[in-house]
């Protein structure tokens, strides 16, 4: 892995399974839609491979601009850490995130919760 994160220079040796910001999202999609509960990602952070952890936390149904949707809330943290990111993805949406939130211990950093999505056919 080569580039500039930050203004910082990256050079950092492939691993198998590494994954960045955007695919770790995919990854976990994937894994979900494959029946299996993902546990762990390695993760290009700027500048480090990190290794975050996935546990379920839960189930919750969240209102969206789309209507309210049933989720399975995922929590991804590095090992030992307070803070995370929260994920609450619906199944019948192939496990979209409909809601995505950053915490830094109990205090909200950011969140996001979906506005529009159209999804294709699949098989």
């Known amino acids: 892995v080569t580039g500039i994160a930050e203004m910082e220079p990256v050079d950092l040796p492939l691993q198998p399974g590494l994954l960045d910001g955007m695919t770790v999202q995919i990854a976990m999609m994937h894994a979900l839609l494959s029946g299996h509960t993902p546990s762990h990602f390695l993760m290009v952070?700027?500048?480090?491979?990190?290794?975050?952890?996935?546990?379920?936390?839960?189930?919750?149904t969240i209102q969206t601009a789309i209507g309210p949707r049933r989720t399975i809330l995922y929590r991804s943290s590095r090992p030992g850490s307070e803070d995370g990111t929260w994920f609450w993805c619906a199944p019948d949406m192939r496990f979209l995130?409909?809601?995505?939130?950053?915490?830094?211990?109990?205090?909200?950093?950011?969140?996001?919760?979906l506005e529009s999505a159209t999804l294709g056919d699949h098989d």
């Open 97 to 113: 995130p409909v809601k995505v939130e950053r915490r830094n211990g109990k205090k909200v950093a950011w969140s996001m919760t």
């Open 45 to 60: 952070d700027k500048t480090k491979i990190k290794d975050y952890i996935y546990t379920e936390e839960g189930t919750a």
